[in-house]
């Protein structure tokens, strides 16, 4: 890591780090000593969530023959991926939503062979890895301590599109070989959590009439 003469923490692992304008202002310690520049409340920042890096080690093995889930991607899956939200906020490249919402159709197919080449080839632009992290002052914390805040990442929205592409042609695999368990529910077409809601609802009331009991266990995990 190294120190930025910009109000932006950077790394060797392709993050920035930016403070909101909102927040450039606060006061920040660090071991007793006062940071008001942005610059110094940057790179403190940067510091702290840079001591412990995800690794990006994936021991999959993709040698084995093609398969129909290797296929090219269709101008249908890049349309049903597109950001939804048109402010959506930008990665490094600047891209937003609104600026893949309004491109042309053949503009949109020129991005769909980008994706199919990165696809096909398994090498992911160094861009896409590149995220601006962003910290959020959590609330009721004390805005001059350094642990209050939570990062949140900002990467390309051209990386996040392929992503969903990706993600969708999974989850119909998934779907159509029966992989997830019935009683799967979140992030699901027709399994949300408020179906599972219902069902617990359902069954609860059920019970209820034919005067019987039930022991429901809530765990949540982290």
Not at 3 to 28: T, Y
Not at 79 to 85: D, N
Not at 133 to 153: D, H, Q, T
Request: net charge positive; glycine share 6%.
């Amino acid at each position: 890591m190294r120190v930025c003469r910009k109000p932006a923490f950077e790394s060797s692992d392709h993050f920035a780090l930016e403070i909101p304008q909102q927040n450039a202002h606060r006061l920040i310690i660090l071991k007793g000593s006062n940071l008001t520049s942005p610059l110094g409340q940057a790179n403190a920042f940067g510091s702290m969530f840079g001591s412990s890096p995800i690794s990006e080690g994936i021991p999959f093995d993709f040698s084995g023959p093609a398969t129909p889930m290797d296929s090219k991607f269709s101008i249908r899956g890049l349309l049903q991926s597109l950001p939804k939200k048109l402010n959506s906020s930008p990665g490094s490249d600047g891209i937003t939503g609104r600026m893949l919402r309004c491109l042309t159709l053949v503009n949109l197919k020129k991005i769909l062979s980008l994706v199919n080449k990165i696809w096909l080839s398994g090498n992911i632009p160094p861009i896409w890895k590149h995220s601006v992290i962003i910290p959020i002052l959590k609330p009721g914390k004390n805005a001059s301590e350094l642990k209050s805040y939570r990062p949140i990442s900002l990467t390309s929205l051209l990386c996040k599109t392929a992503e969903r592409m990706i993600c969708r042609r999974l989850t119909d695999f998934f779907l159509k070989e029966n992989i997830f368990h019935p009683h799967h529910f979140g992030f699901l077409p027709f399994r949300s959590c408020e179906s599972l809601q219902m069902m617990f609802l359902n069954t609860l009331l059920k019970a209820r009439s034919n005067k019987e009991y039930i022991i429901a266990a809530s765990l949540d995990i982290s």
